[in-house]
Each structure stands twice: as structure tokens, then as C-alpha cells.
């Protein structure tokens, strides 16, 4: 194949895939930091977000943007579920563009970059943070300068070069570009709650849960960014709803209370919704008036399983009663716990039966449910790697079976996984629509 790689001046079109998504529409974060930092460079650069678009004509409508454009470099964001979609619309674009410099980045890059060194794909990016990015831009894709660089793959000589990912970060390098999030503002939403503009304030995560493989990311090192930053960018976001998309956000108790003082502090009015863990909200029940105050009205926990035994097994060192407390210590302080939960491949009859029970008992109004996912690069996945059932990559999204049933036929499983949103999201939109989903002391359903 012919090698594209020379010193040229770049026009930049970066894609975020669609996939099937039911209860959320975000904006491309991740995007929007590779767009601040080509808008800092002064190269030209637009964001094709297929969400934002219908599903039929897909191909098309890309191929007539790189054409309207002149577009000579497109940057593809891959997820797990969205592998076998990149390489195929790669070879598409290549066929048509045989000059077209096509990159996939993202976190299943990441994770798993070797899926991606095909014939069709040019420059596979896997780094922390994107010093690596800024230098081979500037230098127009000069081979000799990314042969100096880390955590890329691309190729010399008609050889693969695959270089060593380097070291952890702690922070960005420049400020999203926006302007995706706000042109796509009428379609974004998470169901049932409204609009949500996106934060990050950490990388990777603390803890070690089996089935996860953000542990993973940031060369498995956690590092929070300076809350100085965190605090300005939520400022100077131009929207009232605000997701914190850590893995989890509450973790360093002070820094949690300096964080909600300082927004208090600078008067900043908005709402916050962030992941936490079950331990933490459980043991820490001082700080939700604070965070309250603060604006915190969400509070994502993955409470994964309801008895101790199964919580073991996914290595998420929390317990039944750590899950029962958290729920509570939230309610209480009329914060909505959203609580996460895996189903896992063995589940029988009577755990779907007490799934529903623990909800009940608990009153937890908000749910999500997502299948057990070997997901490639995690601990489960060196696990049952040898279970899993041959499948496509759009099944890697949590609610495709990827692992056979043990206790009741794969009908019959899900089956009982569609009855169990059946029996909880229709009180969702009711609680919603009268105006009580944000009453965490009512147990009704209106």
C-alpha cells in the first residue's frame, strides 16, 4: 500500500460513530479536546458527530463532507461496540480517498490498538493525553517526527511502527472547542433528566473492579487534574447541567469539600450529577449537605450486585450493606442515587426476583441494568475469554448476551432483562412527568 506520510498542511474531520442508544445523548467530549487543540494550532478542523444524524445514508453523507470540505486527515473515535463498524467505513474511505489520512483514537484504541493495524488505517493513537497529537500536527505528519513520539502505531517502510505508550497524565493540554455541544444541544439529553454538558476532573480509576476497564486507562494510574482548572472550565461552560463523567468523582474526601466550597464560593449556579462509590457515600454521610448546597442533585453509584458473594466476584470491595447505606445516606439528603447494576451470566430466577425485591425495599427509583461484558482488556475478559459466545463488536454495549446463560435459556434470560425495565422506567417517567422524580423520600408512583 502507499505510504501517505509527508510534511503537509492538514484540514482535520473528526467522527464519533453512531451506535444504538437509548437513554442518553451527549456531546463528544473527547472530541472537543482534539478540536481546542487543532483550533490552537490553527489547523482547520470540524466535528462530524453521527449522533446528531439519521442512520440511513451514512456513508455518503461522510464522504460528501470530506469532499465539501477538502478534508485530508479524518480522526475516527472508537468504542468497543464500534471496531467492526471503524474498519469497515476505513476500507470504504480509502477506496474513495486513496490520499485520505484516517487515525482512530479513543478508548478502545486505548485499550486494544492492535485491532486497528490494518491495511486501511493509517495512524492508530493509544497515548495519554495528547502531547503526542499536538507535536505530529504540527509537524504536518513528518514521519521522522512521529517516529520520536509515543503511544502511536503507523508505518515506515511498509513495516508497522508501534511505539511505547508513555506516561500517565494529570491534565489537559488546552480547552475543549464547544462548539459540537452547543450546535447539538436540541438532541442531547439523558433520559428523563434533561440536558447535560460534560466534565472531566480525573483519569483511570482507584479501584480494580473486574468487569471495567477504565482502571485501565491512563496506564492504569489515577491522577486528578488541578481543581483550579476543573473549576473554570465548569464556569465558563455556557449551560446549567453538568455531568462530572469521572469514574468516580468522590474519592478524596477534602478535595470533594473544596470543590463544593469553592463553587458556593464563586456563586456558581448549576447542577451536578457524578459517579461515586457505594463505600464512600456510606461511610462519608457529612458531606451531602454540603454537596447539596454545592448543586449536586445526581449521584451515578455502581452497586453492580446485592449480595456480598456476587460483589466479591467482580473485585468491587463494597458490600450489601455499603450499598443499602449509600442509597440511603443520598435519600436523606435529597440527593437521587442512580444506581448501576451488572446482570450477570449466572443469574437464576430468584436473583431477578430479588433484584426487583432489593429496588422495592430500597426505594430506588432510578436504575440502570446493563448484561455482564467481558470486555476486552479487562480482568473478566482474561477470565472467560474461552466463554464467550461469538459475537460482533456492536454487541459490546451491556445489553447484548456475550457469555451463555448457566440457570435458563438466552430467550429466557432476556426475557426477564426487557421485564425488569418494564417494571422500574415506566414509574421513572410517571415520578418525571408529575414532577416527583427528584423526591427521593416518595415511594409512589406519582
Not at 267 to 272: T, V
Amino acid at each position: 500500500m502507499k505510504e501517505i506520510y509527508q510534511k503537509k498542511k492538514l484540514k482535520v474531520l473528526l467522527i464519533r460513530p453512531k451506535y444504538t442508544s437509548l437513554v442518553a445523548h451527549l456531546e463528544p467530549l473527547g472530541l472537543e479536546y482534539l478540536a481546542g487543540l487543532a483550533k490552537e494550532l490553527g489547523i482547520e478542523c470540524e466535528i462530524h458527530d453521527e449522533f446528531d444524524r439519521p442512520w440511513t445514508f451514512r456513508l455518503e453523507r461522510m464522504c460528501n463532507i470530506i469532499r465539501k470540505g477538502g478534508y485530508n486527515f479524518v480522526g475516527l473515535n472508537a468504542n468497543a461496540n464500534t471496531v467492526d463498524y471503524i474498519i469497515k467505513r476505513a476500507k470504504q474511505l480509502k477506496k474513495r480517498f486513496p490520499d485520505l489520512t484516517i487515525m482512530v483514537g479513543g478508548p478502545e484504541a486505548e485499550m486494544n490498538y492492535p485491532e486497528f493495524l490494518t491495511d486501511d488505517i493509517d495512524l492508530v493513537y493509544y497515548d495519554n493525553g495528547l502531547k503526542t497529537l499536538k507535536a505530529i500536527w504540527e509537524a504536518g505528519l513528518d514521519v521522522n517526527v512521529m517516529d520520536e513520539q509515543t503511544g502511536i502505531a503507523f508505518r515506515k517502510n511498509g513495516e508497522w511502527v508501534v511505539k511505547e505508550k508513555g506516561p500517565s497524565v494529570d491534565g489537559f493540554i488546552n480547552k475543549p472547542d464547544r462548539t459540537a455541544f452547543y450546535r447539538g444541544l436540541k438532541k442531547n439529553y439523558i433520559f428523563m433528566k434533561g440536558k447535560y454538558a460534560l466534565s472531566k476532573a480525573s483519569f483511570s480509576c482507584p479501584f480494580s473492579c473486574s468487569f471495567c476497564y477504565c482502571t485501565k486507562m491512563n496506564s492504569g494510574r489515577y491522577t486528578e487534574r488541578n481543581l483550579e482548572e476543573v473549576l473554570n472550565d465548569i464556569e465558563e461552560i455556557k449551560h446549567d447541567k453538568i455531568w462530572f463523567v469521572d469514574d468516580t468523582f468522590f474519592y478524596h474526601k477534602e478535595r470533594v469539600i473544596q470543590f463544593c466550597e469553592e463553587v458556593i464560593r464563586r456563586g456558581i449556579k448549576k447542577e451536578f450529577m457524578a459517579y461515586a462509590r457505594a463505600d464512600f457515600i456510606a461511610a462519608n454521610p457529612d458531606i451531602l449537605p454540603l454537596a447539596y448546597k454545592a448543586g449536586f442533585r445526581d449521584i451515578l453509584i455502581g452497586l453492580e450486585a446485592i449480595t456480598d458473594e456476587q460483589l466479591d466476584d467482580y473485585n468491587k470491595q463494597t458490600s450489601r450493606d455499603d450499598n443499602i447505606n449509600a442509597i440511603k445516606n443520598l435519600h436523606d439528603n435529597n440527593i437521587v442515587c442512580n444506581g448501576l447494576f451488572v446482570i450477570n451470566y449466572t443469574a437464576t430466577r430468584k436473583d431477578f426476583h430479588n433484584l426487583m425485591k432489593f429496588i422495592k425495599d430500597n426505594n430506588l427509583l432510578w436504575v440502570v441494568f446493563g448484561i455482564f461484558t467481558p470486555y476486552k482488556g479487562t480482568d473478566a475478559y482474561d477470565e472467560y475469554k474461552d466463554q464467550v459466545i461469538g459475537f460482533k463488536s456492536w454487541r459490546l454495549d451491556g445489553t447484548h448476551i456475550t457469555i451463555k446463560p448457566t440457570n435458563m435459556s438466552s430467550f429466557e434470560y432476556m426475557l426477564r432483562y426487557y421485564w425488569i425495565h418494564v417494571l422500574t422506567y415506566p414509574k421513572i417517567m410517571v415520578r418525571t412527568l408529575f414532577g416527583t422524580g427528584y423526591d427521593t423520600k416518595r415511594k409512589g408512583w406519582f
